[in-house]
């Protein structure tokens, strides 16, 4: 089990954030191991989506539950093929500060155990790629701004 959990203050709000997060869809244009999403069943307060990941050679395609409070956390979940269980929770506050933080702890099992080693080596490095194209696109998409949420 790979189990990181990393913590950023992007120049965003949090309330901004949190909607390119759940835009699971534009992923594959800025994420850069995504090659492809597609959300269906879409509810007020989950969706469920199909979506194909590549690691150097490894490509994996997975269905995903993700689960959300706006505009306070959002939480994926999937299982299947080499995937044994695989969570992202994405946790948006405002400090007191009044800047804004994201937590995202990432939980990652694989079926078999070279691919666990595998996964445990390489998964602190994903997860801050991850927040790093996260926080370009951010910036890219809404420029910087003062971190508030309006409750």
Known sequence: MSNQLIRREPDVTA???FDLVLDV???PR???WYEAARVSDRKPDSYRTDQIVRFAVFRQQFKAITRFERPHWITVSASGGVVKNFDLHWKFSVLDSGGCEVALTFDLSL???P???L???ISAEAVKTMLDAFETEAARRFGPTACA???
């Open 115 to 117: 691919l666990q080693s």
């Open 149 to 151: 949420i309006q409750d």
């Open 119 to 121: 996964a445990a080596k």
């Open 111 to 113: 079926t078999t155990r």
């Open 25 to 27: 869809e534009s992923y």
């Open 30 to 32: 800025f994420v850069p």
């Open 15 to 17: 309330e901004q954030l």
